[in-house]
């Protein structure tokens, strides 16, 4: 944290032109913000998502009883505000991309009823999400197909085509798409086109009929590791990577 400090604070001629809103940082400004990012993002940063986690709870828990105050000092102030100037310069990519998927275990969950209040599958994710220290899984929430792909087509999601902790949920039947009674099918298409070919699961009311509809596009081509179940059990064993 000093480093990153005492770096912004040296006087400086060298600029960088940041190549999404064309606003230039000074060499060392950028040198920050690299380091900001790589802290929440390196080797450890698992890890300090966990104690991240950890310590949002405990504040939601403790503003809600009045148990005692809780602040964030100084240095993770500083962090933060380097991170938040840092992503500001990466290139935009159009799409409602918010979420990075920046954590070990990610799931791509695609259901066009995801952020609505009374959505059914909102327990198992939560259920996922609060772990604590078990296991850290992180969901990139998508309504559509297009904007599945936009995620996956984004710098942050085209680099989970090499992990081994990511997964993919998606329904059977969206009523915002065109071709509603396929949607989840199709997307999945798509996904192995895109040269992602790690674990899907589609998650339907109708197992056997989300089944035929899968053989008749796929053809028995490219189904290994992707399962499709009306279970919720098989649903919640495998948002939970098990």
């Keep these: ?9 040296e006087p400086v001629k060298n600029t960088v032109r940041s190549s999404s809103n064309y606003e230039t940082a000074t060499k060392y400004e950028a040198k920050a913000y690299a380091f900001a990012i790589a802290f929440y993002t390196g080797a450890y940063s698992e890890m300090l998502s966990l104690n991240a986690i950890i310590f949002a709870r ?9 148990a005692e105050n809780v602040q964030i000092d100084d240095n993770a102030a500083m962090i933060m505000y ?13 799409g409602r991309v918010i979420e990075l998927g920046l954590c070990k275990y ?29 296991i850290n899984i992180h969901f990139i929430p998508k309504s559509t197909t297009q904007g599945a792909m936009a995620f996956l087509r984004y710098e942050f999601g085209a680099r989970l085509k090499n992990s081994g902790t ?23 298409v798509q996904v192995r086109k895109f040269g992602v070919h790690q674990k899907c699961l589609i998650f339907t009311g109708n197992a056997s009929e989300g089944r035929r509809k899968l053989n008749k ?26």
Excluded: C, P
């Design 1 to 9: 944290m000093e480093l990153v400090i005492a770096i912004v604070k």
């Design 106 to 134: 990610v799931a791509l969950w695609v259901d066009d009823h995801i952020f609505h209040e009374w959505w059914e599958n909102k327990g198992h994710m939560e259920k996922a999400s609060t772990l604590g220290t078990q």
């Design 217 to 242: 596009i796929f053809q028995g081509n490219q189904l290994d590791d992707i399962k499709i179940t009306e279970d919720s059990i098989d649903l919640e064993q495998f948002v939970l990577f098990k």
């Design 166 to 188: 990511f997964r993919i949920v998606t329904d059977l039947n969206r009523d915002n798409e065109s071709s509603a009674s396929d949607a989840g099918v199709r997307l999945l």
């Design 82 to 94: 380097y991170v938040i100037k840092g992503l500001s310069h990466i290139n935009f990519y159009w």
């Design 58 to 66: 405990r504040w939601q828990r403790n503003k809600a009883t009045n």
